[in-house]
């Protein structure tokens, strides 16, 4: 089946300046984000989750060095967009929770005005029905685009590392001097060809695409100025026949009825053109009962601190809300309360995003609450994601020694079953190791984990590994006992169900 994708990332590598040297945090991810989903991210404390997801935000540190990669939204390379259009999607179409939710609360300003701010920014309805007419035909037509220059940027930046690693080189002699020089030229020249070719090859086609735009543009605006012009009309009809009825009303209880008549039609006018405070209040009201927090009308006016952690998540969760996101990203949301504030906040989670098709990316070190959340998930160790598939095939078919570690690490809620922790600690990012980073904790690691980063091989259609171990040369190892069994078992559990 082919999937509606809302996100996609593409060889994602991020860095970070230290004064230790560069660190390495996010080493060339790659992963797809559909609509309607939850992509559960888990690992260790380290592994990089919580810094690809910043970069998906757009909030990452200063230090931080974006080495590689793509991040495509809605025809937005999200790394390349510019200052004000990412205002435009950071918060709104893209929300994100985060794990302490009294860090994204301001302390001193009350709950009712945090929520209702985020909406007031975005309160002029004519120019969000313009928006929402041509959002579709603005996506095709920057696709293209974006598609175009990814080609020829890619392209360029494999010149760019040729005339590196040619120009550099030292100890030669003349004549080997000059015959790269030529290489280097030989090689500008193709990159000129090509991005040419490249050009030519989409030009017809964003022409195309640009010519619709504009024809819808058109149509837009056109549909905007007439709605403006029909609502206008109709309001001073209404004002007009109400001031009539204002001038025969006979007595003074008569004349306030009308007058009360007039105030609520300029209401009803200006709540067609644009979002008051009024309504805005309205809205949050209905989101906080959304998020199940009880007394809303009294709880608008409280600060944070009167606020349990749980009902803070909420609120924070509701503010997220307000924008009507398309993407959800919540980064360890329920790690600071306690588990049956955390199994509530789970299930609110689960509840908004299937009642408003969200798209959800769900970062989390606990596989329980994978359990809980994912269609599918991508497991991170040490920058990578070394394995990714289904929910179900990464809990009852997982491949890489890294991910079975993880499942004979959870918690056994109704046996003594003692936990095995994963033996010694992720490596060093500054100098993360040559091959499979999981090497040097791995029992099943082989010589070639030692030297070579193992390739992702393909497990099924939707199933990914990057382990060794999936080579057709590698000898046959059978996942450890304590995860084959715990499957049998839940396997079995399911059938009884
Ligand atoms: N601003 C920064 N400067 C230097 N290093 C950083 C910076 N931010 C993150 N890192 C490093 O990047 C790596 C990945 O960090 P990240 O926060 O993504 O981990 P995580 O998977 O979210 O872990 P946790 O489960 O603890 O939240 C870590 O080694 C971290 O120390
Ligand atoms: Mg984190």
Not at 347 to 369: M, P, Q, W, Y
Not at 437 to 445: I, M, N, V
Not at 450 to 466: D, G, I, L, W
Request: with cysteine; glycine share 4%; net charge neutral.
């Amino acid at each position: 089946m082919s999937q509606d994708k809302v996100l996609s990332v593409k060889n994602l590598a991020i860095n970070f300046k230290t004064d230790n040297g560069i660190l390495k945090a996010v080493r060339d991810i790659s992963f797809d984000l559909n609509r309607g989903e939850t992509l559960c991210i888990v690992g260790e404390s380290g592994s990089g989750k919580s810094v690809t997801s910043k970069a998906i935000m757009g909030i990452l540190a200063n230090n931080a060095i974006i080495e590689s990669g793509t991040i495509m939204y809605r025809g937005e390379n999200l790394l390349e967009v510019s200052e004000d259009q990412f205002y435009k999607i950071r918060g709104h179409k893209i929300g994100m929770i985060f794990q302490d939710p009294l860090s994204s609360l301001n302390p001193i300003v009350r709950i009712g005005k945090q929520i209702t701010e985020a909406m007031l920014l975005n309160s002029d309805k004519l120019k969000l029905m313009y928006d929402d007419l041509i959002s579709d035909d603005l996506i095709r037509y920057k696709n293209t685009v974006a598609k175009m220059n990814i080609e020829i940027s890619n392209e360029k930046k494999k010149l760019e590392e040729f005339i590196a690693v040619t120009g550099a080189q030292e100890g030669l002699t003349k004549a080997q001097r000059a015959a790269n020089k030529k290489l280097i030229a030989e090689k500008k020249q193709a990159f000129k060809v090509f991005e040419e070719e490249t050009k030519k090859k989409y030009q017809s086609k964003a022409k195309e695409l640009k010519a619709v735009l504009e024809e819808t543009e058109k149509k837009a605006k056109k549909q905007v100025d007439e709605y403006k012009e029909k609502v206008t009309a109709e309001h001073k009809a209404k004002l007009a026949e109400l001031n009539q009825k204002l001038a025969k009303a006979a007595d003074k209880a008569g004349k306030d009825a009308v007058k009360k008549e007039i105030e609520d039609e300029k209401l009803n006018f200006t709540n067609k053109l644009k979002l008051t405070k009024a309504e805005a209040k309205r809205r949050a009201l209905e989101i906080m009962k959304e998020v199940g927090i009880p007394e809303p009308e009294r709880r608008f006016k409280q600060y944070p601190f009167e606020f349990s952690g749980g009902m803070r998540q909420r609120i924070v969760i509701a503010i997220a809300l307000t924008a009507s996101p398309e993407i959800l990203i919540c980064d360890e949301p329920t790690t600071a309360l306690d588990v049956t504030i955390q199994a509530q906040i789970l299930e609110l989670i689960n509840k908004i995003k299937a009642e408003r098709n969200l798209s959800c990316i769900f970062i989390t070190h606990d596989l329980g609450v994978v359990a809980n959340m994912a269609d599918r998930v991508a497991v991170m160790y040490a920058g990578k994601i070394v394995e990714h598939g289904t929910a179900d095939e990464i809990f009852y078919d997982p491949k890489h020694p890294y991910t079975w570690a993880l499942l004979s690490s959870i918690p056994d809620v109704d046996s003594t079953e003692k936990l095995e922790a994963i033996p010694g600690t992720p490596p060093n990012m500054i100098y993360p190791p040559k091959g499979d980073a999981f090497a040097d904790r791995s029992k099943y690691a082989m010589n070639i984990d030692f030297r070579e980063q193992p390739p992702m091989f393909k497990v099924s259609n939707t199933h990914y590994a990057a382990t060794w171990l999936l080579d057709p040369h590698a000898p046959k190892v059978e996942m450890p006992k304590i995860v084959s069994e715990r499957i049998r078992i839940s396997l079995e559990e399911d059938k009884n169900e």
